[in-house]
């Protein structure tokens, strides 16, 4: 199995910015897909940004197109999502995932949590 651990969380400003990092371990090699989620009481768990591996390409929610970016760094086995002009609104518990090779590449980009086998355990991140 892939284990996850997020940090970079914390309070900041509206308008200000954070990275988060995702160190991954384990069986790396089991999985295709890594994302991001974030979760709220209100909004349950919603997909934030996914990157495929193969193609290194990328999707974003609409709620965060053009202020975040999702990266990764093979050689520290890390994802990373850039967080440009947060908005209060972001506030929430931000986790990352990764996908089980198992399922096709098309699940990535659904972003859809249930798919996604391995987690985090989460970072918060609040805009305040």
């Known amino acids: 199995d892939v284990q996850l651990v997020e940090s970079g969380g914390g309070l900041v400003q509206p308008g200000g910015s954070l990275r988060l990092s995702c160190v991954a371990t384990?069986?790396?090699?089991?999985?295709?897909?890594m994302a991001w989620f974030r979760q709220t009481p209100g909004r349950g768990r919603e997909g934030v940004a996914v990157?495929?591996?193969?193609?290194?390409?990328?999707y974003y929610a609409d709620s965060v197109k053009g202020r975040f970016t999702i990266s990764k760094d093979n050689a520290k086995n890390t994802l990373y999502l850039q967080m440009n002009s947060l908005k209060p609104e972001d506030t929430a518990m931000y986790y990352c995932a990764a996908l089980n090779l198992e399922l096709g590449t098309g699940y990535c980009r659904l972003m859809w949590p249930d798919y996604f086998e391995y987690w985090g355990q989460g970072t918060q991140v609040t805009v305040s």
């Open positions: 990157i495929l591996f193969n193609d290194q390409n990328t």
């Open positions: 384990g069986n790396t090699y089991s999985t295709n897909c």
